[in-house]
């Protein structure tokens, strides 16, 4: 069965930075777009970021656009987050996600881990 299992959460001060970790399994990673959203307590799950299939193609939310970066390593089965200059607003749960269509809204994806906490003080 499909499995997306986060890591790298953590509580830090601003500034600093995280890499988020998805590693996938139960389906052929590489032939799938990938995509991080986030939930902020009290708010509504947001788009991140997304990566197509073949690693070609990119998609940032404004929020974070400069600052973070999406990538995947097919050999691992694994999609990352890079996030750099942390802000007290980046504070939330991030969520890893399968995409079965292009696109930025939730819809788009089909199968989600549980999340893995950020908090970041100021």
């Known amino acids: 069965q499909v499995q997306l299992v986060e890591s790298g959460g953590g509580s830090v001060q601003a500034g600093v930075s995280l890499r988020l970790s998805c590693a996938a399994s139960?389906?052929?990673?590489?032939?799938?777009?990938m995509g991080w959203f986030r939930q902020a307590p009290g708010k509504e799950r947001e788009f991140v970021a997304r990566i197509s299939w073949n690693g070609g193609s990119t998609d940032y939310a404004d929020a974070v656009m400069g600052r973070f970066t999406i990538s995947r390593d097919d050999a691992k089965s694994t999609v990352y987050l890079q996030m750099n200059r942390l802000k007290p607003q980046d504070t939330a749960v991030y969520f890893c996600?399968?995409?079965?269509?292009?696109?930025?809204?939730?819809?788009?994806?089909?199968?989600w881990g549980q999340g893995t906490p950020v908090t970041v003080s100021s």
């Open positions: 139960g389906f052929t990673f590489s032939s799938y777009n």
């Open positions: 996600t399968r995409g079965r269509e292009p696109g930025v809204e939730s819809g788009s994806y089909d199968y």
